[in-house]
């Protein structure tokens, strides 16, 4: 279970477990987590969590977001990501059995170039960690490059800490539904597949422009997660609500084109 450490100039005053789909940030007291301080707006921001997966998103507040120092309209939480509002600091803690159950539960694929790959396995080997760190760093590496492998186009982010238990297998899909697939149309990868078969696929470049794909029993669903700007379909733009997608579906993500369709 992921939490939040609330905290003021370096002292702990909280720790708030997350343990609904959607929390609210503010001033006001009926916000889930109420902070009463003037520089934090009444509804400042929300957290929506999407099974093991956190959001951050700025409520167009008047002093704004920061995280890690950098201001954001909408943000993937990662483990230990801080959350500035004013004075007022709030820790993302995403302990380990919670990560091992996202690794088990959800794909979390990215779209990258083979370069981008081969800068990960450089960085793996540089590492001036510690031995124990250097080795996390590399066997990371050396999944990514597996997934790249197994699914070109495509590389698994794994959450898994070390002696994690193996992620379970994909679920199987109910009889008679079919299964979506993401083809890429531009770049390097042109023409690779990626089957969208876990609830879950988030694609994307972190930094850049980050959208999740869900699997539900009304189809599947394209949603903007993180960037300046939301993620295309068909020449227009998706908004921030959860977006359902359409079999030959053109989506544009981070610059690179692609093609959903449905596969029986």
Known sequence: MAKLILSMDGLVLKEIPITKERMTIG??????????????SGEHAVIVTIMNDSFLEDLNSTNGTLVNGQPIKKHFLQNNDVIELGK???KFVQEAGGQAAA????????V????????????????????????????????????????????ER????????????????PAGQPIGVVQILSGP????????VKPLTTLGKPGVQVAVLTRRPQGYFIT?????????????SIGAAP???????????AGVKMEFFLRS
């Open 27 to 40: 001033r006001k007291p009926h916000n889930d987590i109420q902070i009463e301080n003037l520089a934090v």
């Open 88 to 90: 007022y600091k709030l």
């Open 103 to 110: 690794a088990a539960d959800f794909e979390k694929t990215m």
């Open 112 to 155: 990258l170039r083979p370069a981008a790959m081969k800068a990960a396995v450089e960085q793996a080997r540089t590492a001036g960690a510690g031995g124990a760190q250097a080795a996390q760093a590399a066997r990371a590496a050396a999944v990514r490059q597996a997934a790249s492998a197994a699914a070109p186009g495509a590389a």
């Open 158 to 173: 794994d959450s898994r800490v070390p002696g994690a238990a193996p992620a379970a297998p994909a679920p199987a899909r």
């Open 189 to 196: 990868n042109a023409g690779k597949e990626l089957e969208l």
């Open 224 to 236: 903007h997660v993180e960037g300046a700007t939301q993620p295309m379909v068909n020449g227009q």
């Open 243 to 253: 977006h359902a997608l359409k079999d030959h579906d053109l989506i544009e993500l």
